[in-house]
């Protein structure tokens, strides 16, 4: 069971990001899917959050300017950031609150994918 991110990469400032992440795997359900980031010298931040049924929430650095989506037919989580500031430069890391069937128990875990570097420059 795993998760998969892509996309990141450089982007000019004002353009936008577009990223992806996948859940593999035996997995019975997901929870809440969401996106981190970690700038340089600073501490990892949650920026969005997506609940199963497509809630959303986003963190003040970026509402407004960000959508997180997901399709779970697919196990899948995106995230885009429109107008994106030299600030957003960062590694950012997808999560999942999976379940996961074992026999006749429900086991949850949490995931998280490898980071993939996003950096807004000139």
């Known amino acids: 069971v795993q998760l998969q991110a892509s996309g990141g990469g450089l982007v000019l400032p004002g353009g936008s990001l577009r990223l992806s992440c996948a859940a593999s795997g035996s997995i019975f359900s997901i929870n809440t899917m969401g996106w981190y980031r970690q700038a340089p010298g600073k501490q990892r931040e949650l920026v969005a959050t997506i609940t199963s049924d497509s809630i959303a929430d986003y963190a003040d650095s970026v509402k407004g300017r960000a959508t997180i989506s997901r399709d779970n037919a697919k196990n899948t989580v995106y995230f885009e950031i429109d107008s994106v500031k030299a600030e957003d430069t960062a590694v950012y890391y997808c999560?999942?609150?999976?379940?996961?069937?074992?026999?006749?128990?429900?086991?949850?875990?949490?995931?998280w994918g490898k980071g993939t570097l996003v950096t807004v420059s000139a």
């Open positions: 999560n999942a609150e999976v379940n996961i069937l074992q026999g006749d128990i429900l086991h949850g875990m949490y995931l």
